[in-house]
């Protein structure tokens, strides 16, 4: 077995700032996100001043990326090493350093290092080392000029947050699958115009919005969002309006004694020469302060009012009728049979054209019937190999309405499978949480499917 190939970059940059500003903002790795661009969240795992491990999310080449870092922070050498501990493909393994030499008393400059190797490395396969070496590049350029902007435009007053909070009489499960749902918020939020989410890994979003302001204008938003079931969904605006240099944010689900309390809170980076451009010649930094807390607050308050409907309503909606829920009951037992049965197309054909099947161990969520019928066809021929009989039970079926006619059904969901001779196990326990329309005829079909696996 060959030895990894170590290949090495260096960037630099001068800055009109103290080495020890710059060493602050270097060392503040939580805030990064307000100041990197690549950087979408950061948390600090442990940590004593000179020694720190830190989870990390950011871009890398327009793709979401994650690893742990071990820190070795040593101010009076002005110099911040680090090694991550767990890469994410192409990268094998990564180190580097930032080292900051003084110029002057106002000046520093900044070098920054990053030694890697890559997985798979070889000539046969040089586009691995290629893309790791486009993201390098890509990103330290921007983070090197993030900072110098970060350390020379130093007013405390450019960056801010704020919160917004209700409280729910639900619980924080359902608020947080209203926050979570992004790509239905053209149907719940009237605020919304247009919606592209993508979700390539769990729990990992790319959202790309178009929000009416109140003067009736439209402003377009992209994006990444991870999220930490029933817990928070922290995002980062990759495109933002021109008054802002950075917006970063959270949606935090606290459970109480007597439901939840759903917060949502900014932080925001105010760009300092778009403020006379976007609002006119006489304004200054508290008229931007002003004008982004209430745009922003007024689109958090209203999508907290109406995910706290959402997640309340379970309690407080009217029962259905005894003849509605028998009706979803004989749906879902066609519907079921329909997929024990294999038959793909006529089982697709139980949701709308645009219908959405997403599950939490899947990729991203399957949009359309014939995608959902073309999913089934490449389930049942891996299964090919594997003669067995797989039965689906729904159970501790509740049904409840929703907007239009519309229900909200919500039921346990466990396969059978069961070989040639038996015997027959559990494959899989599941939550099934379904938007069902009604359909004349056909009785009901499904809008919109998200499967909880248990245990994920």
């Known amino acids: 077995?060959?030895?990894?190939?170590?290949?090495?970059?260096?960037?630099?940059?001068?800055?009109?700032?103290?080495?020890?500003?710059?060493?602050?903002?270097?060392?503040?790795?939580?805030?990064?996100?307000?100041?990197?661009?690549?950087?979408?969240?950061?948390?600090?795992?442990?940590?004593?001043?000179?020694?720190?491990?830190?989870?990390?999310?950011?871009?890398?080449?327009?793709?979401?990326?994650?690893?742990?870092?071990?820190?070795?922070?040593?101010?009076?050498?002005?110099?911040?090493?680090?090694?991550?501990?767990?890469?994410?493909?192409?990268?094998?393994?990564?180190?580097?350093?930032?080292?900051?030499?003084?110029?002057?008393?106002?000046?520093?400059?900044?070098?920054?290092t990053h030694r890697f190797t890559a997985v798979d490395d070889g000539p046969e396969q040089p586009e691995q080392v290629e893309w790791?070496?486009?993201?390098?590049?890509?990103?330290?350029?921007?983070?090197?000029?993030?900072?110098?902007?970060?350390?020379?435009?130093?007013?405390?007053?450019?960056?801010?947050?704020?919160?917004?909070?209700?409280?729910?009489?639900?619980?924080?499960?359902?608020?947080?699958?209203?926050?979570?749902?992004?790509?239905?918020?053209?149907e719940r939020l009237?605020?919304?115009?247009?919606?592209?989410?993508?979700?390539?890994?769990?729990?990992?979003?790319?959202?790309?919005?178009?929000?009416?302001?109140?003067?009736?204008?439209?402003?377009?938003?992209?994006?990444?969002?991870?999220?930490?079931?029933?817990?928070?969904?922290?995002?980062?605006?990759?495109?933002?309006?021109?008054?802002?240099a950075a917006h970063t944010g959270e949606w935090i689900f606290e459970e109480d004694g007597q439901g939840c309390t759903v917060t949502s809170r900014h932080t925001v980076r105010i760009a300092p020469h778009a403020v006379t451009e976007v609002i006119g010649e006489h304004a200054g930094v508290p008229e931007a302060r002003t004008l982004i807390r209430d745009a922003l607050g007024r689109n958090s308050r209203a999508t907290l009012g109406h995910a706290a409907q959402y997640a309340s309503s379970p309690r407080g909606g009217a029962p259905v009728s005894a003849e509605l829920y028998v009706g979803v009951q004989r749906f879902y037992a066609e519907q079921m049979r329909l997929l024990d049965e294999q038959r793909a197309e006529e089982w697709a054909g139980t949701f709308t054209e645009d219908g959405v099947f997403e599950q939490n161990t899947g990729p991203a969520p399957v949009r359309g019937r014939e995608a959902i019928a073309d999913a089934v066809r490449r389930n049942l021929a891996r299964l090919a190999d594997t003669p067995q009989q797989r039965r689906h039970v729904f159970s501790m079926l509740t049904v409840e309405p929703g907007p239009e006619g519309t229900v909200r059904a919500r039921s346990y969901a466990q396969v059978l499978a069961t070989p040639p001779g038996g015997p027959t196990v559990l494959h899989v326990s599941t939550v099934c949480e379904d938007e069902l329309v009604p359909d004349g005829g056909h009785g009901w079909r499904v809008r919109h499917r998200r499967v909880e696996h248990d245990g994920v």
């Open 1 to 112: 077995m060959s030895e990894e190939t170590v290949h090495e970059t260096l960037h630099e940059i001068d800055v009109d700032a103290p080495a020890g500003a710059v060493f602050d903002l270097i060392a503040d790795a939580p805030a990064w996100p307000v100041h990197f661009p690549p950087s979408v969240h950061v948390e600090r795992l442990e940590g004593d001043g000179s020694q720190e491990r830190l989870r990390i999310w950011a871009t890398a080449n327009d793709e979401i990326k994650t690893w742990t870092s071990h820190r070795v922070l040593e101010r009076d050498q002005l110099r911040v090493t680090y090694r991550q501990e767990k890469s994410q493909a192409p990268v094998g393994s990564m180190t580097g350093e930032w080292q900051l030499e003084p110029l002057d008393e106002q000046r520093t400059r900044v070098r920054f």
């Open 132 to 186: 790791i070496r486009r993201a390098i590049d890509t990103n330290t350029s921007s983070e090197l000029e993030a900072l110098r902007a970060g350390v020379e435009d130093a007013d405390p007053r450019l960056t801010f947050t704020f919160d917004d909070s209700v409280h729910v009489d639900g619980s924080a499960k359902d608020a947080y699958e209203f926050i979570r749902a992004a790509d239905r918020w053209t």
């Open 190 to 244: 009237p605020h919304v115009a247009r919606v592209v989410l993508t979700e390539d890994a769990p729990n990992e979003q790319i959202l790309e919005m178009d929000t009416r302001t109140a003067d009736g204008d439209t402003h377009t938003t992209r994006s990444v969002r991870i999220c930490f079931p029933a817990e928070r969904i922290v995002y980062k605006q990759i495109q933002t309006p021109a008054l802002m």
